[in-house]
């Protein structure tokens, strides 16, 4: 970001007042000039305030996530024309993208926090044109598309270059020149070069919308924020136990009697603006229709499909009774074969919805005791059949059909890890499944890869958003004591404690893999499950430490000597977390304000 303000050039002064002049208000420790004044002066002025070998350029270049590659040799910029423009060939989904950057650019005026270092040219011509150059522009939003750029703003020219390979790269490169844009009237560093791809292929969010219904504004809203963070998966855990919110039009009593009420139902228009809103924003939509676990709410429409539907989730003093990891009970029945008619008519339904290349079927935590409460399966078992033997039959009646459907089949890591329900790896196809990892941390990231499978990671140790807000029981005897000293976990959430922004933007999610393991993992995800969630605090929960990790996944967490930056990624996220204020997003602050105005002065270790 740069800043723009106009000084009288000194008249009639000895060099040594007109230097002491251009450097006054040295104690805020950033001005900004206007060309021209003596280079002798501007080297004095540049030498005083950053001397030697504090300087550091780039650090006025404040873009989140950080490129990969930035050169901006000297700090100078200029205004932008008040015509200027953005020129670029036709695309159907690029072309509302360039449209919202030339509107944004021209209009946003954000001022930073703390007023960078940075000289601007009155009298260079103003920045006119930026030409966007596609090498291809028939690839498609999908896994594994190219979304490398290039960006070039040349100092004496009035033109500056986007270059990249599909139309996603090109989203990419039109935020990072949107956060370049400052000041009013607006400015843009030159003789500037940006070179930038991302370190893994997906990098997402998971929420959660069945606990708690979020209306198709939020969805829109937090798509639009992923977007500007560079992120391109939104990963969308529509159904639960607790409701079913999505019209599946082949099944419409599903969410007629599953949902919370006809106004918390996601029909298929407004999938269709979601899907068309994320596809403007270059970020894929992919649905979760967990089962067979997790799906009480579908008892609603056929309750002769669901076993230990409407139950209370722990019977007795006994764990070993537990019904569902949590309130909500209901998993489908393997053995009943209208279990899979009413799945294949849903999933289907949500294909044709859904243009993503991978399905989720969730697949976790399958819990003994409702499948044993069930008649039909309590006969199975007590004649040699084994709950594993459930799940395998479940697997091999549903992820054949997944994949005729040219999709690729994401389940939760449980299928494969859990300790008691689980079904062998020749059920799974490495090369149709992709398994998400959510439990003990970079171990089960290990195991995944180790079998050969491409992995998503969640880890709940590092990536989940909804920890260190308590529990939601209610009647919970764990509360009772009035005594101090008592176990700090009495009553908390099961993940804590709380994930901040420094412990996301620290996690390496290829922890502990070889080279060739590391290939496997495709990226990460943050979660947001929402039973103390829902759209009064969705900004809150999720930005800006879902930030930390799209820089980590974009351009990792160190810098180049190899040493991790999560001290000077503490000013650049807070003036990011500002600006996404500034555009709509009520994020979390991360410090006071006194700290955002006295940089350094609120790290834990002093820099020298």
């Known amino acids: 970001m740069v800043s723009a303000a106009t000084t009288t050039k000194p008249k009639h002064k000895k060099k040594k007042t007109i230097e002491m002049r251009i450097c006054e208000g040295k104690k805020s420790m950033f001005q900004a000039f206007v060309l021209p004044i003596p280079k002798f002066a501007i080297i004095v002025c540049l030498t005083l305030i950053f001397p030697p070998p504090a300087l550091s350029l780039k650090s006025a270049v404040n873009v989140w996530p950080k490129p990969r590659l930035v050169s901006w040799p000297r700090p100078l910029a200029k205004f932008l024309s008040a015509n200027f423009t953005i020129d670029s060939p036709y695309h159907q989904h690029l072309t509302p993208a360039i449209n919202r950057c030339l509107g944004l650019v021209r209009t946003e005026h954000y001022h930073p926090l703390i007023t960078p270092f940075v000289i601007v040219s009155a009298s260079a011509p103003p920045l006119q044109t930026l030409h966007i150059n596609v090498i291809d522009l028939t690839v498609p939003l999908q896994h594994g598309a190219n979304e490398t750029y290039s960006l070039s703003i040349s100092e004496a020219g009035e033109t500056a270059y986007l270059t990249a390979e599909t139309a996603w790269g090109a989203m990419r490169g ?66 639960d136990s607790h409701s079913f919110p999505l019209m599946v039009p082949s099944e419409p009593e599903l969410a007629a009697k599953g949902s919370y009420g006809p106004d918390m139902i996601y029909s298929p228009s407004d999938v269709a603006k979601i899907v068309q809103f994320g596809l403007e924003h270059g970020v894929r939509v992919l649905p979760e229709i967990d089962s067979p676990g997790h799906t009480g709410s579908w008892a609603e429409a056929y309750p002769e499909i669901v076993a230990c539907a409407n139950m209370f989730w722990l019977p007795g003093n006994n764990g070993a009774d537990q019904l569902a990891a949590e309130p909500g009970t209901g998993h489908l029945n393997p053995l009943n074969q209208k279990t899979y008619k009413v799945l294949e008519n849903v999933i289907r339904d949500a294909s044709n919805m859904f ?71 020749s059920f799974l196809p490495r090369e149709h499944t992709i398994l998400q990892t959510w439990n003990n941390g970079s171990n089960n990231t290990k195991k995944i890869v180790e079998a050969g499978y491409r992995t998503i990671v969640s880890s709940s140790e590092f990536y989940y958003l909804d920890c260190g807000h308590g529990d939601f029981l209610g009647n919970d005897s764990r509360y009772d004591p009035q005594t101090t000293g008592q176990d700090s976990k009495a009553g908390a959430s099961w993940c804590d404690p709380f994930k901040t922004w420094q412990t996301i933007y620290n996690y390496d999610i290829t922890f502990g893999l070889s080279k060739d393991e590391a290939k496997l993992v495709i990226g990460g995800e943050v979660a947001l499950w929402s039973e103390q969630a829902d759209p009064t605090v969705l900004d809150g929960r999720l930005w800006p430490r879902t930030s930390a990790m799209a820089e980590t996944l974009w351009s990792g967490n160190r810098d180049e000597a190899g040493r991790k930056r999560s001290g000077e990624a503490t000013d650049r996220l807070n003036e990011w977390r500002y600006r996404m204020v500034s555009r709509g997003v009520k994020a979390e602050p991360i410090q006071p304000l006194w700290c955002i105005r006295n940089p350094g002065m609120c790290d834990a270790v002093q820099s020298f």
């Open 174 to 239: 039109l935020e990072t020149f949107s956060q370049l844009v400052w000041g009013d009237p607006p400015a843009v560093p030159v003789g500037l070069y940006i070179w930038d791809a991302p370190l893994f292929a997906h990098r997402g969010i998971m929420l959660d919308t069945s606990r708690n219904y979020y209306g198709v504004e939020d969805i829109l809203r937090t798509i639009e924020a992923m977007s500007a963070n560079k992120l391109n998966v939104f990963h969308w855990h529509i159904t």
């Open 355 to 425: 243009p993503e290349t991978f399905y989720h079927g969730g697949a976790d935590e399958i819990i003994p005791g409702c499948w044993k409460a069930d008649p039909t399966i309590q006969s199975f078992l007590s004649n040699g059949g084994t709950l594993s033997q459930l799940l395998e039959k479940f697997i091999n009646s549903t992820l054949p059909y997944i994949i005729s459907l040219n999709r690729t089949v994401v389940y939760w890591e449980d299928v494969l890890l859990n300790d008691v329900v689980k079904v062998d790896s």
